[in-house]
């Protein structure tokens, strides 16, 4: 039998994608303690705090826990290290945490030379400001000249000295390497404006405001702000597992899956749910997880729109729209990669 070049190439490619995934240091040291280690804010209401007991819970934190529930079979193996801005990438490089799920926004800088990777978006933000009421500012354009405070090491702090100096504006900016110093600053009247996501904006006012109604947002977002969890490079495996999780929790959203039906959807007819979880296919074996990884996240967690609905959604103190947050078909930005 004699076999031509393209042949051989397809006989390769196809060998190729039936080999299972090797796990990686970092896998082999999760797999070893039996926990994931999830390196979080120090406290963002909606996206990673924790309450008087010490239990957290968050947009980011229900991204530790599907996580942790595909790779380890529970969502509670899960160590949360609480890190600033500043602490939150040498965390990550020195292997202090396996992954950092702490409203980080995605640049190329950060993709490119800090050594780590980039996963998927879990939230699409931009940069706002809110000021008090009683300012009677209403749009970003005439803090000419005034104070905003903002906190040191993040694209924030950045983006707010591009938006002053494109627009001729002269804002001072006054600089704290703390969050909660940057807040309090702010609401103690030290600055005429705080700046950050217009995520955190809603839970910082939510949180920290004595009387929120005092405090408006501005309209305008100065900026994008694709936030999701980074991992380390190197181990491709683990930014894998990582990866698929999240797209696997958004395309739940899209075929109806939910924490409450997802034992129930298993004998669905729609070929593409049987394959989400583990009945028609094994897609976990190409991660290195058994067929169950994504029913056991979605159980854990909830699909994508659970966990927003549930943390920052229009019925939480938090009160976020979904926005550019809603599934790509009904007119946002989130468009998960197909699992198939």
């Given at each position: 039998?004699?076999?031509?070049?393209?042949?051989?190439?397809?006989?390769?490619?196809?060998?190729?994608?039936?080999?299972?995934?090797?796990?990686?240091?970092?896998?082999?040291?999760?797999?070893?303690?039996?926990?994931?280690?999830?390196?979080?804010?120090?406290?963002?209401?909606?996206?990673?705090?924790?309450?008087?007991?010490?239990?957290?819970?968050?947009?980011?934190?229900?991204?530790?826990?599907?996580?942790?529930?595909?790779?380890?079979?529970?969502?509670?193996?899960?160590?949360?290290?609480?890190?600033?801005?500043?602490?939150?990438?040498?965390?990550?490089?020195?292997?202090?945490?396996?992954?950092?799920?702490?409203?980080?926004?995605?640049?190329?800088?950060?993709?490119?030379?800090?050594?780590?990777?980039?996963?998927?978006?879990?939230?699409?933000?931009?940069?706002?400001?809110?000021?008090?009421?009683?300012?009677?500012?209403?749009?970003?354009?005439?803090?000419?000249?005034?104070?905003?405070?903002?906190?040191?090491?993040?694209?924030?702090?950045?983006?707010?000295?591009?938006?002053?100096?494109?627009?001729?504006?002269?804002?001072?900016?006054?600089?704290?390497?703390?969050?909660?110093?940057?807040t309090g600053?702010?609401?103690?009247?030290?600055?005429?404006?705080?700046?950050?996501?217009?995520?955190?904006?809603?839970?910082?006012?939510?949180?920290?405001?004595?009387?929120?109604?005092?405090?408006?947002?501005?309209?305008?977002?100065?900026?994008?702000?694709?936030?999701?969890?980074?991992?380390?490079?190197?181990?491709?495996?683990?930014l894998a597992?990582?990866?698929?999780?999240?797209?696997?929790?958004?395309?739940?959203?899209?075929?109806?899956?939910?924490?409450?039906?997802?034992?129930?959807?298993?004998?669905?007819?729609?070929?593409?749910?049987?394959?989400?979880?583990?009945?028609?296919?094994?897609?976990?074996?190409?991660?290195?997880?058994?067929?169950?990884?994504?029913?056991?996240?979605?159980?854990?967690?909830?699909?994508?729109?659970?966990?927003f609905e549930?943390?920052?959604?229009?019925?939480?103190?938090?009160?976020?729209?979904?926005?550019?947050?809603?599934?790509?078909?009904?007119?946002?930005?989130?468009?998960?990669?197909?699992?198939?």
């Amino acid at each position: 039998m004699k076999f031509n070049y393209l042949t051989l190439t397809a006989l390769s490619v196809a060998a190729v994608l039936s080999l299972p995934a090797q796990a990686g240091k970092t896998i082999d040291a999760i797999k070893q303690r039996d926990q994931v280690i999830c390196g979080v804010n120090t406290g963002l209401a909606g996206f990673s705090a924790a309450d008087s007991s010490g239990k957290w819970s968050g947009m980011d934190v229900d991204t530790c826990r599907a996580v942790a529930a595909a790779m380890l079979g529970s969502g509670d193996k899960v160590k949360y290290v609480p890190l600033n801005a500043q602490q939150r990438f040498t965390a990550l490089q020195s292997g202090e945490i396996d992954m950092l799920s702490r409203n980080t926004t995605f640049t190329m800088t950060r993709d490119a030379s800090l050594g780590l990777h980039m996963t998927a978006v879990t939230y699409y933000d931009g940069q706002g400001f809110i000021v008090p009421v009683k300012s009677k500012i209403k749009s970003a354009k005439q803090l000419k000249g005034q104070t905003v405070c903002v906190q040191a090491g993040t694209t924030t702090e950045k983006n707010l000295t591009d938006f002053s100096r494109a627009n001729k504006l002269n804002i001072k900016p006054v600089v704290f390497e703390k969050l909660e110093a940057a807040t309090g600053a702010y609401f103690s009247g030290r600055c005429v404006a705080y700046t950050t996501d217009a995520s955190g904006l809603a839970s910082t006012r939510n949180k920290e405001a004595k009387n929120p109604a005092d405090h408006i947002i501005l309209p305008e977002l100065i900026s994008k702000e694709p936030l999701g969890p980074m991992v380390r490079r190197g181990d491709d495996e683990w930014l894998a597992i990582v990866k698929w999780v999240v797209y696997g929790l958004q395309e739940a959203e899209e075929y109806g899956v939910t924490q409450a039906n997802v034992d129930q959807m298993k004998s669905s007819d729609d070929p593409v749910v049987k394959r989400m979880l583990g009945v028609s296919e094994d897609t976990g074996k190409l991660l290195g997880l058994d067929k169950e990884w994504l029913a056991r996240a979605i159980k854990t967690s909830g699909n994508y729109g659970e966990i927003f609905e549930r943390n920052v959604g229009p019925k939480t103190p938090i009160q976020l729209p979904r926005g550019s947050n809603n599934l790509w078909n009904k007119g946002g930005l989130i468009y998960p990669i197909p699992i198939r």
